[in-house]
Nanobody
Framework: QVQLVESGGGLVEAGDSLRLSCAPS????????MAWFRQVLGKEREFVAA????????YYQDFIKGRFTISRSSAKNTVYLQMNSLKPEDTALYYC????????????????WGQGTQVTVSS
């Protein structure tokens, strides 16, 4: 069974950067559409960014405003979320998700999800 494993979260100060990583265990993700979502305790999970199977199309939530970049490496079988100029409001549990058919969506209709990695930004 494919599992997604996220890493790279942590505690940083406002203005700092972090790079999150997500890798599927046990299988190549070359044909999957991949996305990042985030959730604050007590609130609904929200879409952050997505990248289609080929890496040629990326999508971002409006609040990103050029601060985050999603990318993927087939060689490393990993998808990344580079987060720059972090703000306290970016504090959340960040989830990686995959769609087997290679497409992506801002809705949370994905086939598999990781356990999440916590990002905390202090002011």
């Amino acid at each position: 069974q494919v599992q997604l494993v996220e890493s790279g979260g942590g505690l940083v100060e406002a203005g700092d950067s972090l790079r999150l990583s997500c890798a599927p265990s046990g299988r190549t993700f070359r044909t999957y559409g991949m996305a990042w979502f985030r959730q604050v305790l007590g609130k609904e999970r929200e879409f952050v960014a997505a990248i289609n199977w080929s890496g040629q199309r990326t999508y971002y939530q409006d609040f990103i405003k050029g601060r985050f970049t999603i990318s993927r490496s087939s060689a490393k079988n990993t998808v990344y979320l580079q987060m720059n100029s972090l703000k306290p409001e970016d504090t959340a549990l960040y989830y990686c998700a995959a769609r087997f058919d290679g497409s992506v969506s801002s809705e949370d209709r994905y086939d598999i999800w990781g356990q999440g990695t916590q990002v905390t930004v202090s002011s």
